[in-house]
Structures are given as C-alpha cells and as structure tokens.
T-cell receptor, first 112, second 114 residues
Framework: SQQGEEDPQALSIQEGENATMNCSYKTSINNLQWYRQNSGRGLVHLILIRSNEREKHSGRLRVTLDTSKKSSSLLITASRAADTASYFCATAYTGTASKLTFGTGTRLQVTL | GAGVSQTPSNKVTEKGKYVELRCDPISGHTALYWYRQSLGQGPEFLIYFQGTGAADDSGLPNDRFFAVRPEGSVSTLKIQRTERGDSAVYLC????????????FGEGSRLTVL
C-alpha cells in the first residue's frame, strides 16, 4: 500500500514561478526522499532528508521536513519547462529495514 | 553498465501465460528492489534483495509472483498465470548497501496482459 500522500495531485505554473509540493506520511521515519519521473521513464533521485534534519537545499530545490506533523515539502524555485514531470516523495519507515514507500505523486506542468 | 538495465522494455502477453522480467543492477550494488507502478500511481513495493536473499518479500501480491537473484547481481521477476490486473510497469532499482539511501531506477518493463 502507499503510505504517503502528495498534495496537490496536479500543479500547473508558468516558467519562472516557484512550485511547492507537499507530502504527508503516517509513521516515524528514518529518512524521506524526493524523486522525479518524466513521462514513461524511470525515477530519478533528487534529494534525501534525514529524520533529524529540518531543511535541505540542492540547487533550485529546497526540502523541509516536519516530523511533528509528519509532513515534508519540496520547493522548486524559478521553474523551467524542463521541470515538467511527476514528483514523488518516498519514506524509509523506522523498522522496515531498507524499503522505500512511495506516495501518489504530484504532476507538475510548467508552461512557457 | 552505467545504469540499471531492464529487459524487455515492453511485453505483451495473453492471460494465463508465464512472464519473466529481467533486471541488471549497477555493478557493485548489493541491494535490489522490484516495484510495480500502475498508471497515475506511485511505485508499489514488491520485493527487496540484499545479496542473493530476499530480505523482504512482503509486497508480492500472491504466489503467482516470484523473484530470484541467484548470484547476487541479475534478478528475474517471474509471474505465473498472468491476469489482466497484472498489467503495469515493473520497475527495478538498486542501491549500494543495506541502509535506505538513494535508489537508482531502471526505465521499467511495461507489461500488458490481454
């Protein structure tokens, strides 16, 4: 089953705008990761944030983690048409060894 | 190879047939995962190998599904008596070790059961 829920399910913005996606999960985690998937392709890892971290940056990406609310957000700044893809959060739950549980994804459309 | 390789990229079969999907992970990666992704959904965990052994097969939906990794490298996902509901993209991923770090995904095998 899929434990994470992303919000919104779909997001359409114009190039240059910022895109924010949210993820909620259910139980305590070791880490949370964000992945990107272009249509018909495999998933690509973007960023990993550990349970003892609150914020992490990578280029135009900013991820926050609030373990008290069991939620995370992914911010893409100055979006580009090439950012058009589906974005998934994935959680490594405490006690589940090494498997990642993926959310339902946010489909981002960036238009020119 | 440089990345995770999955074959075939597309497989069309008839209901009731047997199917094998192959995954060749990144060289040196000891952990290997199989996921299934239906249209519009996120990947759903099937099975995880650490080395040759299945460390967690809790996601396999029923006993028609089986996976092996006999030499700790290439893995094969086997589906017996396929059903239309098995139609999905089957994704393979590998990672360096036991701790849940970054997964490297293949492009997937799209299975269509008619």
């Amino acid at each position: 089953s899929q434990q994470g829920e992303e919000d919104p399910q779909a997001l359409s913005i114009q190039e240059g705008e910022n895109a924010t996606m949210n993820c909620s999960y259910k139980t305590s985690i070791n880490n949370l990761q964000w992945y990107r998937q272009n249509s018909g392709r495999g998933l690509v890892h973007l960023i990993l944030i550990r349970s003892n971290e609150r914020e992490k940056h990578s280029g135009r990406l900013r991820v926050t983690l609030d373990t008290s609310k069991k939620s995370s957000s992914l911010l893409i700044t100055a979006s580009r048409a090439a950012d058009t893809a589906s974005y998934f959060c994935a959680t490594a739950y405490t006690g589940t060894a090494s498997k990642l549980t993926f959310g339902t994804g946010t489909r981002l459309q960036v238009t020119l | 190879g440089a990345g995770v390789s999955q074959t075939p990229s597309n497989k069309v079969t008839e209901k009731g047939k047997y199917v094998e999907l192959r995954c060749d992970p990144i060289s040196g990666h000891t952990a290997l995962y199989w996921y299934r992704q239906s249209l519009g959904q996120g990947p759903e965990f099937l099975i995880y190998f650490q080395g040759t052994g299945a460390a967690d097969d809790s996601g396999l939906p029923n006993d028609r599904f089986f996976a092996v990794r006999p030499e700790g490298s290439v893995s094969t996902l086997k589906i017996q008596r396929t059903e239309r509901g098995d139609s999905a993209v089957y994704l393979c991923a590998s990672s360096r070790g036991q701790n849940t770090g970054e997964l490297f995904f293949g492009e997937g095998s799209r299975l269509t059961v008619l």
